[in-house]
Structure formats: structure tokens, C-alpha cells
């Protein structure tokens, strides 16, 4: 990307809908910068970072052909094409685009399902927005712990059935109770950080195993099944990847103790469905809280959707009212040091894509 870094003419697109005040945000980061929006051919959001839009929205052939017109001329994307794999390999081909920035944290999947050339991959660079989500997913999985660990799903069926049970059943303590989180990258930080208030302990996983304060264990994917033996909780954030598919298997349920809770805000790949559903009827799982499926949306046939002790979320648990804003600045910040000539950050690595 050298030679659009210290360019006097670049050119911004926006291709996904965002508010108009971001986007004049953008323009103000840099007026030397052009930016490329025309709200007409993008899809109206139906709620807060809708980054896909209403999917009755059409354009017409003429503004079909604006629109990628408009896509074509950018040095810079701001979102994928129509938010999809298949745009972002239509627009690899086009050859002028040279960064994009996704929406999503989890950018890889779409990287990987666009087939890029080895040439279209060194010269596109697509950072995602993670860290963005880090919250919203942190305090989503210590919700799921929490819900475990205080039988809030017996709560709900008792009320349900307005039975007023003759035998109370007690809760476990979250204070001084393990948890294990895979994945500490800065959603998993984030979750060992909100989990330490709450007073647990906290170990996880790593891929390049290095310390990190407040967390008092830290191992590889080999060492996971030594840390499980001690886990009263599991948070799972790992990406999808060739290397994560089904790491959750039949082997690593059976390495947790008894009445272990999980929950799975990273990708729905990582988990063997087949596995967990064994684990939570033979109680090595007492709960699952699953923002994730390895096929979404999760089937109408899938047995997760019945099952007692598990709650499903429709793969909404990064999105706040606040997202569009805090990956608007993500951008900015990413676009200045591109001008600079710096490292741009959270660039999706196109190997192991994520």
C-alpha cells in the first residue's frame, strides 16, 4: 500500500449504511481525503449497526451500476461490497481497492470464503474490527456464567409453570470460582478483567503464550486440557479457523470436571455441537450459553434450541447502540496511520485468517 499512503488524492468509499454524521466524521479526520457516500444506493439499517441492511432494499440497474462505480474508483473501502464474501471478491478483482475495512470482528471467515488469489491477499489489506465488540461480548459471556451458576434456566421453566418448587436448590458463588477463557486476545482480556471484579480466577489460552497481568495462567492449545481440570466456567472466544474446527471436542468436554458452564461467544466452528449436547446430558456441561453456531441461523431441526440447560442467542451479543460510532473511529485512527505511513491495526492475517 506505499503508494497510496502518502497519496494527495485518496479516495474513501463507503459501501455499508452508516449514519450521515459519521461519515462527515470521516471527512473532517482529513480533508485532503475524499469520501465517497451516497446513502441512496445503500440499504436502510433497521437497527443500530445494521451493517447489511433491510434485505427487501433493491437497487435498480442504474444505481446498481453507481454503485459499483462508485466502489471501483476508492483506494479505501469502508465495509465489504453489500456486506458479503462475494463482494469482497468481486472488488479484489477490480485491482485499485487496497484496504478495506470490515465490520466485524471476525473478519477472516469472510476473507477465507472470498477465495482470494495469493496475489489478490498481498495486495488487499483488510483490517476487522476487533476490540470493538469487547465489551458488549465480555459482559455477554459473564452473563452466560452468571445464568449457570445461579440456575436462572430452572428459574424461567418454575416460572413457566408457576411451581413454587418444595425443596430450594443452592446456587454456586462466582467469587473464588475458575474460569477458564480460550482465546486472550482483546475480547478474552476483556472477559478476564470483567471476571476478576466479580473475584474469579482466571487462566486461558494463547497462541503465542506470553504473560498478562491479572490472569495466572497462561498455555497453548496443548496445555488447555490441564487448565479445564480446575475450571468451574469456560468462555470460549477463538476465532474460526483450520486450527480451532471442533477444538471443543468429545476429548476436551470429557477433560472438564462435572457441571462445568460454557458459553461460546467466539465462532461456531470451534465447538462440535454433536460433543456439547453429549457433555450437557451427561452433566460434564451443566449449562451452555451459545451466541454462536457452527451453522447459522442455527437450524430449526437442531436439539440446541429445546435443550433444558442451554440458552441461544442469535449471534447479537457485540451489538450496542454504540457500534457504528466506535468502528467509525477505529477507521479514523486506522486512516491516520495509513497517511503516516504506520502499521495500520488489526490487519486480518491471510494465512490463518483472523
Given at each position: 500500500?506505499?503508494?497510496?499512503?502518502?497519496?494527495?488524492?485518496?479516495?474513501?468509499?463507503?459501501?455499508?449504511?452508516?449514519?450521515?454524521?459519521?461519515?462527515?466524521?470521516?471527512?473532517?479526520a482529513d480533508?485532503?481525503?475524499?469520501?465517497?457516500?451516497?446513502?441512496?444506493?445503500?440499504?436502510?439499517?433497521?437497527?443500530?449497526?445494521?451493517?447489511?441492511?433491510?434485505?427487501?432494499?433493491?437497487?435498480?440497474?442504474?444505481?446498481?451500476?453507481?454503485?459499483?462505480?462508485?466502489?471501483?474508483?476508492?483506494?479505501?473501502?469502508?465495509?465489504?461490497?453489500n456486506e458479503n464474501a462475494a463482494g469482497l471478491a468481486a472488488i479484489a478483482a477490480s485491482g485499485k481497492v487496497q484496504w478495506i475495512q470490515a465490520m466485524a470482528a471476525?473478519?477472516?471467515?469472510?476473507?477465507?470464503?472470498?477465495?482470494?488469489?495469493?496475489?489478490?491477499l498481498q495486495r488487499l489489506t483488510v483490517t476487522s474490527s476487533a476490540g470493538v465488540h469487547a465489551l458488549p461480548l465480555a459482559e455477554f459471556a459473564l452473563m452466560g456464567v452468571l445464568n449457570g451458576f445461579k440456575r436462572t434456566a430452572e428459574l424461567a421453566a418454575n416460572q413457566s409453570a408457576r411451581h413454587w418448587p418444595e425443596v430450594r436448590t443452592p446456587v454456586r458463588?462466582?467469587?473464588?470460582?475458575n474460569l477458564v477463557v480460550t482465546g486472550l486476545g482483546e475480547i478474552g482480556v476483556e472477559t478476564a478483567r470483567l471476571a476478576r471484579t466479580m473475584g474469579m480466577n482466571v487462566s486461558g489460552t494463547k497462541r503465542r503464550v506470553t504473560p498478562i497481568d491479572g490472569v495466572d495462567r497462561v498455555t497453548d492449545t496443548a496445555g488447555l486440557p490441564g487448565l479445564l481440570a480446575a475450571a468451574d466456567a469456560v468462555v470460549n472466544t477463538l476465532p474460526g479457523t483450520p486450527y480451532t474446527e471442533k477444538l471443543f471436542n468429545a476429548d476436551v468436554f470429557a477433560a472438564m470436571k462435572p457441571g462445568t458452564v460454557f458459553v461460546n461467544v467466539g465462532r461456531g466452528s470451534v465447538v462440535d455441537e454433536d460433543a456439547l449436547l453429549e457433555a450437557l446430558d451427561n452433566g460434564q456441561v451443566s449449562y451452555a450459553c451459545l451466541d454462536v453456531f457452527a451453522v447459522e441461523p442455527l437450524p430449526v431441526t437442531?436439539?440446541?434450541?429445546?435443550?433444558?440447560?442451554?440458552l441461544v442467542s442469535p449471534h447479537s451479543s457485540a451489538l450496542s447502540s454504540a457500534?457504528?460510532?466506535?468502528?467509525?473511529?477505529?477507521f479514523i485512527e486506522n486512516l491516520g496511520r495509513l497517511r503516516a505511513g504506520a502499521p495500520l491495526l488489526h490487519v486480518v492475517d491471510p494465512v490463518h485468517f483472523y
Amino acid at each position: 500500500m506505499m503508494n497510496i499512503m502518502t497519496s494527495s488524492n485518496l479516495t474513501v468509499a463507503i459501501a455499508v449504511p452508516l449514519e450521515a454524521e459519521l461519515v462527515e466524521s470521516i471527512r473532517a479526520a482529513d480533508p485532503a481525503v475524499t469520501v465517497l457516500y451516497e446513502p441512496e444506493l445503500l440499504p436502510p439499517e433497521r437497527f443500530p449497526a445494521d451493517h447489511a441492511g433491510d434485505p427487501a432494499f433493491r437497487r435498480s440497474e442504474a444505481q446498481e451500476d453507481r454503485y459499483w462505480e462508485m466502489l471501483r474508483s476508492a483506494d479505501v473501502l469502508y465495509g465489504f461490497p453489500n456486506e458479503n464474501a462475494a463482494g469482497l471478491a468481486a472488488i479484489a478483482a477490480s485491482g485499485k481497492v487496497q484496504w478495506i475495512q470490515a465490520m466485524a470482528a471476525g473478519a477472516g471467515g469472510a476473507v477465507k470464503a472470498a477465495n482470494l488469489s495469493a496475489a489478490e491477499l498481498q495486495r488487499l489489506t483488510v483490517t476487522s474490527s476487533a476490540g470493538v465488540h469487547a465489551l458488549p461480548l465480555a459482559e455477554f459471556a459473564l452473563m452466560g456464567v452468571l445464568n449457570g451458576f445461579k440456575r436462572t434456566a430452572e428459574l424461567a421453566a418454575n416460572q413457566s409453570a408457576r411451581h413454587w418448587p418444595e425443596v430450594r436448590t443452592p446456587v454456586r458463588l462466582v467469587s473464588g470460582s475458575n474460569l477458564v477463557v480460550t482465546g486472550l486476545g482483546e475480547i478474552g482480556v476483556e472477559t478476564a478483567r470483567l471476571a476478576r471484579t466479580m473475584g474469579m480466577n482466571v487462566s486461558g489460552t494463547k497462541r503465542r503464550v506470553t504473560p498478562i497481568d491479572g490472569v495466572d495462567r497462561v498455555t497453548d492449545t496443548a496445555g488447555l486440557p490441564g487448565l479445564l481440570a480446575a475450571a468451574d466456567a469456560v468462555v470460549n472466544t477463538l476465532p474460526g479457523t483450520p486450527y480451532t474446527e471442533k477444538l471443543f471436542n468429545a476429548d476436551v468436554f470429557a477433560a472438564m470436571k462435572p457441571g462445568t458452564v460454557f458459553v461460546n461467544v467466539g465462532r461456531g466452528s470451534v465447538v462440535d455441537e454433536d460433543a456439547l449436547l453429549e457433555a450437557l446430558d451427561n452433566g460434564q456441561v451443566s449449562y451452555a450459553c451459545l451466541d454462536v453456531f457452527a451453522v447459522e441461523p442455527l437450524p430449526v431441526t437442531s436439539p440446541l434450541w429445546a435443550h433444558p440447560n442451554v440458552l441461544v442467542s442469535p449471534h447479537s451479543s457485540a451489538l450496542s447502540s454504540a457500534e457504528n460510532r466506535l468502528i467509525a473511529g477505529r477507521f479514523i485512527e486506522n486512516l491516520g496511520r495509513l497517511r503516516a505511513g504506520a502499521p495500520l491495526l488489526h490487519v486480518v492475517d491471510p494465512v490463518h485468517f483472523y
